[in-house]
């Protein structure tokens, strides 16, 4: 069973779970990475999440540089997470500083070669049009992660390949939407993910909800999610 999409802080002692941690800033990319080399069943993407970027750290240049640097690393299967995050009251300001470092991630991405990993939250149409911009160099690289938005957006996004990991807004109550699109995604692009330690959710669990909204077995939703993870991430053992 693979989960795609974790942070620093997660529990990794299960050696039966393929973990793939995500960075967040350079700091913990490098940690990740760190993680990924003592653990044979943990793997690691580099990135920097867009809720991140206003940090006065961060050069542009210097941060695609230092991020393409640690890329380089063997356990390094993809960059992320990367995106754009357009929380209720944001300045135009900052949503234009999102996009300018967004672009610089898909460079990178693409430089390398690696899969994204994309982080959206209410920017459906300028997720589409920037990727869409690189369709041609993104074609089944893309992951959007966490996935939670509706099935027009999602067939959008499947026309350039790609992939939707799923995790525990699954769970939720009023989850109808989620489970809608866990649903109708494309059966060769669908992943798990916990998005720990943020959530406490259980991937076993999350497969478990994933088989029941599309009508399969949990073995055969396990196969079909860690084939695909293997897929997208073709670093991965």
């Known amino acids: 069973m693979v989960d795609v999409h974790c942070h620093e802080g997660t529990d990794i002692s299960d ?3 393929i973990r793939i941690i995500n960075g967040t800033d350079p700091e913990s990319s490098v940690n ?18 867009p809720e991140e970027i206003n940090d006065s750290r961060f050069m542009i240049h210097e941060l695609k540089q230092n991020l393409k ?4 690393n063997n356990k390094v299967v993809g960059v992320g997470e990367v995106g754009l995050d357009y929380r209720q009251g944001i300045s135009e300001t900052d949503k234009n500083k999102q996009k300018e470092i967004f672009i610089k991630m898909i460079e990178l991405a693409i430089e390398t070669g ?3 990993v994309v982080h959206n ?10 990727l869409y911009a690189h369709s041609s160099l993104l074609k089944d690289k893309i992951l959007m992660h966490c996935f939670t938005r509706n099935t027009d957006f999602m067939d959008k996004m499947a026309d350039l390949g790609a992939y939707f990991s799923f995790g525990g807004f699954l769970l939720g109550e009023n989850n109808s ?19 720990g330690p943020f959530t406490k959710t259980d991937v076993k669990i999350v ?5 029941r909204a599309r009508g399969l077995t949990e073995v055969k939703t ?8 293997r897929r997208l991430f073709t670093k991965m053992i």
């Open 15 to 17: 050696p039966g779970i």
């Open 32 to 49: 990740a990475i760190e993680s990924a080399n003592k653990n044979s069943h943990v793997w690691a993407c580099v990135g920097i999440h």
């Open 69 to 72: 640097r640690l890329a380089q």
């Open 114 to 116: 690696l899969p994204i």
């Open 121 to 130: 939250r209410n920017a459906d149409e300028d997720i589409l049009q920037m």
């Open 177 to 195: 939407r989620v489970r809608k699109a866990a649903k109708m995604a494309p059966e060769d692009r669908i992943l798990l993910e916990t998005d």
């Open 207 to 211: 497969a478990s909800e994933l088989a």
């Open 222 to 229: 396990d196969q079909l999610t860690s084939e695909n993870a």
